[in-house]
């Protein structure tokens, strides 16, 4: 592991895996040599390549553990139709990745993800049990919230009206379409419930910024309270993306996913 963490520079592979709908999945493979990979999952209308997910990659690769980043159907390179919800749709990608590097000289000893990617990692906690060691960064406890935010006021009657929504982005140029059927998705995804099914021996760590605007830091707080093996880290004066404080949330992730591998191994030996 070591040896691997000497030569970080070297270029990632690009991997691609088809998921149980027949879509390819693009995703980047940063290969240290080590046994245990990381997967990385980006946030809603976001891609294996940005910011967060490839600093945290590099970080891994760097510490010696090999990293996977992967589009989920209907982003980045992967195949699919972008819809505002498919939480569910996108744990099926997610496990379709896991099988695929189980079935290789890899283990799959975490998974991680942001903003949306962080709900998604634990409704896999919570179906799989796969996957012992889960990172939840800036993930939203309540799926209703900041919808108001998003989608205007009366979004819903808007919504049953004409059958859509169109969100457009700061600029005013349109970003995606919001259909009543996805909406509804979203809406009936409920983190607590889930939550609530996720083993005793998985171990989930919670990171959140204390000046996230687009999900409340009390999000993270609610998770703290149901979910039997976690630990969270408040990073002070963070924002969503972590703009200022990428370093420190690489190394919070670290310090916990090297204890976590390290009791992997006392508890097999």
């Not at 290789?104 to 896999?124: C, F, M, P, Q, R």
């Not at 880290?233 to 990428?246: E, F, L, P, R």
Request: glycine residues 8%; hydrophobic residues 35%; negative net charge.
């Amino acid at each position: 592991m070591a040896e691997a963490a000497q030569n970080p520079v070297s270029q990632p592979e690009k991997v691609v895996i088809t998921n149980r709908h027949g879509e390819k999945l693009v995703g980047l493979l940063h290969e240290t040599g080590s046994k245990e990979l990381v997967i990385l999952c980006h946030g809603a209308r976001s891609h294996k390549g940005d910011n967060i997910m490839t600093k945290l990659a590099l970080a891994l690769k760097k510490e010696g553990i090999s990293a996977f980043c992967f589009d989920f159907a209907g982003n980045g390179e992967s195949e699919g139709t972008f819809q505002f919800g498919q939480y569910w749709r996108e744990v099926d990608d997610l496990h379709a990745v896991v099988q695929h590097f189980s079935g290789t000289n890899h283990t799959v000893s975490a998974i991680l993800g942001h903003s949306k990617g962080g709900d998604e990692v634990l409704l896999y906690a919570s179906k799989y049990g796969d996957v012992r060691t889960v990172v939840n960064v800036s993930g939203r406890y309540d799926l209703n919230g900041g919808l108001e935010l998003r989608l205007g006021k009366n979004f819903m009657e808007r919504i049953k009206k004409q059958g859509y929504l169109d969100i457009k982005d700061k600029t005013g140029t349109f970003d995606c379409r919001v259909t009543e059927e996805s909406l509804l998705d979203r809406m009936n995804t409920k983190m607590h419930e889930s939550c609530l099914k996720i083993a005793k021996d998985c171990r989930v760590l919670t990171v959140h910024g204390s000046d996230d605007d687009v999900i409340p830091v009390g999000d993270a707080l609610e998770f703290a309270k149901i979910i039997p093996n976690h630990k969270l880290h408040v990073i002070q004066g963070a924002d969503h993306y972590y703009s200022d404080h990428q370093a420190e949330l690489a190394s919070t992730i670290l310090e916990f996913l090297k204890a976590a591998f390290q009791e992997d191994k006392t508890t097999s030996n």
